[in-house]
């Protein structure tokens, strides 16, 4: 799905899980999400909202990718579930998935993406998230292959929820990444500011 714009999204309850689902699974073919704009999106009482997300694959000679990809102006309002997920797929029904239960029921499982996936260059720019019911986000990337130039520039969460990550607010794992402005920022980011 290369150089696809998305614009004046509108999701509500009963609606899309997501603003936009990004989901990649590596294939010998290279298989890829790159050149992606989701911009002037507003959800409300949605599952998840930004929600990229990569399959595993038992194919050893298999890649994939999501690179160079830009969510900007876009606002959640109370979303039932982790408003913010990069990483591994979350579902029942693919090779090596993260559980459903995860990280609620105790033993659930969560592997990181395949060392087959590029996750590159993926920035978050003026995101409003409203009183989310459970942590902000979940960013989990492959510490063998940690994630590249992930930027959270002016993601600010009003009340964010505590819950399942706590003071932490996010799962952050096995990515490079920035915060420009933003409250609360990912623990394994670097925080910043930018001047007007």
């Known amino acids: 799905m290369p150089g696809s714009p998305f614009e004046m999204v509108n999701c509500g ?23 992606v704009t989701i911009r002037h999106a507003y959800m409300f009482h949605t599952f998840k909202g930004i929600y990229m997300k990569s399959q ?10 999501i ?21 591994p797929a979350q579902e029942a029904d693919s090779y090596k998935a993260c559980s459903l239960l995860w990280p609620v029921v105790p033993f659930a499982h969560c592997p990181p993406p395949s060392l087959a996936m590029l996750w590159e260059n993926i920035t978050l720019r003026r995101v409003k998230i409203l009183n989310p019911k459970q942590s902000p986000g979940v960013i989990l990337g492959n510490p063998a292959r940690p994630m590249r130039n ?40 670097h925080g910043g500011f930018l001047f007007a």
């Open 150 to 189: 992930i930027v959270f520039e002016q993601v600010t969460v009003v009340n964010p929820g505590r819950s399942p990550w706590g003071p932490s607010y996010y799962k952050c794992e096995g990515a490079d990444g920035i915060a420009l402005n933003s409250h609360p920022q990912p623990p394994c980011f």
């Open 13 to 35: 309850p009963g609606g899309p899980k997501a603003s936009h689902c990004t989901k990649v699974k590596p294939t010998l073919y290279h298989n890829c999400v790159r050149n």
């Open 56 to 65: 595993n694959t038992p194919e050893p000679n298999a890649s994939g990718e």
């Open 67 to 87: 690179t160079n990809i830009l969510y900007e102006d876009i606002t959640m309002d109370e979303p039932s579930q982790v408003p913010i997920w990069i990483g």
